[in-house]
């Protein structure tokens, strides 16, 4: 146990304080159990991928990181996203809505970090149109004799929008532009006249970072945790238990609303003041008019739907189509696939929901990205321009470039799959089955696995005299406590194969603290350093790590009371809780027999 630990606290150092990239943190088991005696090469290496379970998770992430890529190449995710904007409008309200739902929607299907990569530089350019139309009165333009109309601040719902005129020596009542424009954002909302704009450029921010973490939760794919756990389920109980990807949205989606609506209101709260809930602040009209048209402009640069996006479109509501129908709760299209498991005898589905986010990823590699039938169609053939997108880059702060990249002739090339596919998460899923399997008592063999998780769950057992719903909710907010110090991944593997551990000590469905303790891995919502996503918010200079503290500690309250709440109310009804499971019970009598084993005793 005690090589074990150390490995496990060794590598959540690393995962913490980043010393080396994550990915290669993941790698540390590789050398570091076989250096140690637990386990040998040939075991250790495999559980990375290994074909009873591990495989089957990571081949799910990989298919849905390659679909999330294909998604960024087409642009698809930029005109979701102006489109819902352009829908919600530009008021301070209805544009903190207008962020939080692309945002969140995203996040179901591409990572939380390339989410808020994709929103913040349409966040920024939404601030810097909403900059121009809000400006204090300015003392250097009355010096200089000008006369300036200024926006005195946003206007409340049930007031006249007014401009207020700044006269200093007459000068037959010029207009001057307004050098407050050529300042720096941040010397912009440093000066105390604009701290009404100061909170909606806050509220916009974290709105960003909020609705990635809470898309995220809603999916089997949307985050790091919910992977890990479906890989951990499987290493530890097998492919019979009530969990699969329409079982979890069931669950996680009315968390996912729920904690996105609270949001919403909090936020307005935190930025606007507990006011702005009954008389909502307002941009004039005339303004609000000049920003859509703006936000008008660049959705129609994008152009019509493409061939390519509705390619890709199609592909990507087949394969949630195939994710949710795959078990609803009823017999879905797996019970077409079943077969009679030779080794077991047991009637087992030769599907899973790694089939068809993998069959798609294939697809993306073979269907073209030209239409074939343009041509007989009557149709022109795609110019270059068409197949390029353009990227600005940042070369100096005041100086960026454009890059044109050209696009692929298929839907997806291996050069772009080697290149943005966020492998370091792969081989992180991995290392999480990887420590489960150093740290449980294992599947019979001739090695004996450290039992980490069983020694840690003995210890845990004192708290048995705690009702569960008490233990639901301590559990809840140590995985969110931890999730700030280290990274949502990171926290999921140290913390689950733990709780499973435990959950077979107390015999109460391992479920009921795994549940829970998933979804609350990803509400790091207080410190800058805790997530990629936090991190690009804070580092934008809009926001300060007393804003983050403030806000985020009353929206981790709020999240990990609903997800407590919610397992214990309606998930018993979707994961059958109320008794311990035939399946918890077979893997428990597998880990004593493996105990047992080297001891010439058998168990049962």
Known sequence: EAKAG????????????????????????????????????????????????????????????????????????????????????VQPRWLLFGFLIPTWLLSMWISNTATTAMMIPIAEAVLLELRKHFQPSNPKAAATGNSVAVNSGYCHESGDCQLEEVSGAADGGAHAPDPALDLPMKEFL????????????????????????FGGVATVTGTSPNVIFNGIVQEYFGSETSFNYSSWMFFAMPVSVLCLGLSWLWLQVSFLGLRSLVRPKKIPKKDEDRIKQGLIKEYQQLGPLSFPEVLVLLLFALTIGLWISREPGVPGWTALFRGTDKRTGRTVSFMSDAQPAIMSAILLFLLPSRNPFAAACGHRPVSRSHASTIHDVAVDEDIR????????????????MQERVAWHIVLMLGSGLALAETSKVGLPGPVLESGL????????????????????????????????????????????????????????????????CTASCSFAFILPISTPANIMVYSGGYLTALDMLRTGSMMTLMSNSIVSIATLSYAPGIFRLYEYPAWASRAAAAALNATAAPNGTSVG
């Open 453 to 516: 998780s069983e020694w840690i769950g003995k210890q845990l057992y004192v708290l048995h005299v705690i009702p569960l719903e008490g233990l639901v909710f301590i559990f809840s907010f140590c995985s969110a406590i931890l999730t700030e110090l280290t990274s949502n991944g990171a926290a999921a593997t140290i913390l689950l194969p733990i709780l499973a551990s435990f959950s077979e000590r107390l015999r109460v469905h391992p479920f009921y603290l795994m549940l829970c």
């Open 6 to 89: 150390y490995i496990l606290v060794l590598m959540s150092f690393y995962w913490n304080f980043e010393v080396v990239p994550l990915g290669v943190t993941a790698l540390f088991p590789v050398v570091l159990v076989p250096l140690f005696g637990i386990l040998p090469s040939k075991d250790i290496c495999p559980a990375y991928f290994k074909a009873s379970g591990a495989s089957d998770s990571n081949m799910l992430f990989l298919g849905g990181l390659i679909l999330a890529v294909s998604i960024e190449v087409w642009d698809l995710h930029k005109r979701i996203a102006l489109r819902v904007l352009i829908l919600f409008g």
């Open 190 to 213: 440093a000066d105390p006249r604009n701290a009404e704009f100061r909170g909606t450029c806050k509220m916009i921010m974290l709105s960003v970072s909020y609705g990635a973490v």
């Open 401 to 416: 470039v454009q890059l044109v990249v050209d696009k692929p002739d298929k839907l997806m090339n291996w050069s772009l």
